[in-house]
């Protein structure tokens, strides 16, 4: 197949084109640094030429609740448009789980708008809502990590690995649309505090963390908030054994 990647030169984007090209692929790359502007629609009609499916990975840095909005919207409605234009038959979206359980953070007000605009625009759609990324945690307390020492929300998180991620969305592109998909999560259930801590540890870091609900993430995101629900598909690799390949590769 012919399969385009929006948000090709990201880290779910790259490994996905990866695991296409293995299996055989024909993929296209759409991305501002490659000359396609998603924001204008610029590039996109001549990309999206022969292509059979698309998958979204795109994402925005982090800004207030309308611009999340206005970006994510707009860079979804081109996207549908081109498609349309070029005869695409199948659009993949890569979300986050939970995200309709949660009001107060920006980047999921984001999301749920390119959902709703995949649901109901033109193309075929599959929605695929992910849990967060091993690393998210070590991420996390970076945003506020000041003199060894960062504030961090005690979020339950069942962390999925990014390439086990590109694997679930390359089958999917592959297959016939199917709506909203199963949501995809790792295998065990996992504290963000003692993510943190256990991924500094392996870094060779010290650093004091202050769990706190009065930080970006709300007490709306506490609780079973961020766990998959019933009938999930649960990728295989652990978080144990991303550390231990973090460690070996000190």
Do not use: C
């Given at each position: 197949?012919?399969i385009a990647i929006a948000g090709a030169t990201g880290r779910i984007g790259s490994l996905t084109?990866?695991?296409?090209?293995?299996?055989?692929?024909?993929?296209?790359?759409?991305?501002?640094?490659?000359?396609?502007?998603?924001?204008?629609?610029?590039?996109?009609?001549?990309?999206?030429?022969?292509?059979?499916?698309?998958?979204?990975?795109?994402?925005?840095?982090?800004?207030?609740?309308?611009?999340?909005?206005?970006?994510?919207?707009?860079?979804?409605?081109?996207?549908?448009?081109?498609?349309?234009?070029?005869?695409?038959?199948?659009?993949?979206?890569?979300?986050?789980?939970?995200?309709?359980?949660?009001?107060?953070?920006?980047?999921?007000?984001?999301?749920?708008?390119?959902?709703?605009?995949?649901?109901?625009?033109?193309?075929?759609?599959?929605?695929?809502?992910?849990?967060?990324?091993?690393?998210?945690?070590?991420m996390v307390a970076g945003w506020t990590e000041r003199d060894g020492q960062a504030t961090i929300?005690?979020?339950?998180?069942?962390?999925?690995?990014?390439?086990?991620?590109?694997?679930?969305?390359?089958?999917?592109?592959?297959?016939?649309?199917?709506?909203?998909?199963?949501?995809?999560?790792?295998?065990?259930?996992?504290?963000?505090?003692?993510?943190?801590?256990?991924?500094?540890?392996?870094?060779?870091?010290?650093?004091?963390?202050?769990?706190?609900?009065?930080?970006?993430?709300?007490?709306?995101?506490?609780?079973?908030?961020?766990?998959?629900?019933?009938?999930?598909?649960?990728?295989?690799?652990?978080?144990?054994?991303?550390?231990?390949?973090?460690?070996?590769?000190?």
């Open positions: 197949m012919r084109v990866r695991t296409l090209e293995r299996d055989g692929h024909e993929v296209v790359r759409i991305s501002r640094s490659l000359g396609v502007d998603l924001l204008t629609g610029e590039g996109l009609d001549a990309a999206l030429v022969g292509v059979d499916a698309l998958i979204d990975t795109t994402n925005t840095p982090a800004m207030e609740r309308s611009s999340a909005v206005e970006q994510l919207g707009t860079m979804t409605r081109n996207l549908l448009a081109a498609e349309e234009r070029a005869g695409v038959r199948h659009h993949v979206l890569l979300s986050i789980v939970g995200i309709q359980r949660i009001d107060g953070n920006a980047h999921y007000a984001g999301k749920r708008e390119q959902e709703r605009l995949v649901a109901e625009g033109p193309i075929p759609w599959t929605v695929v809502p992910a849990t967060q990324f091993h690393d998210f945690a070590e929300a005690p979020l339950l998180v069942r962390p999925v690995a990014p390439a086990d991620v590109a694997e679930v969305l390359a089958e999917v592109a592959t297959d016939r649309p199917q709506g909203r998909y199963a949501d995809l999560a790792g295998p065990d259930t996992q504290d963000l505090v003692d993510m943190a801590r256990r991924t500094h540890r392996v870094r060779g870091r010290e650093v004091r963390l202050v769990p706190t609900w009065s930080g970006v993430f709300g007490t709306d995101m506490g609780g079973e908030a961020l766990l998959p629900g019933e009938n999930a598909r649960i990728a295989p690799t652990t978080f144990e054994q991303w550390l231990n390949e973090q460690a070996a590769a000190r």
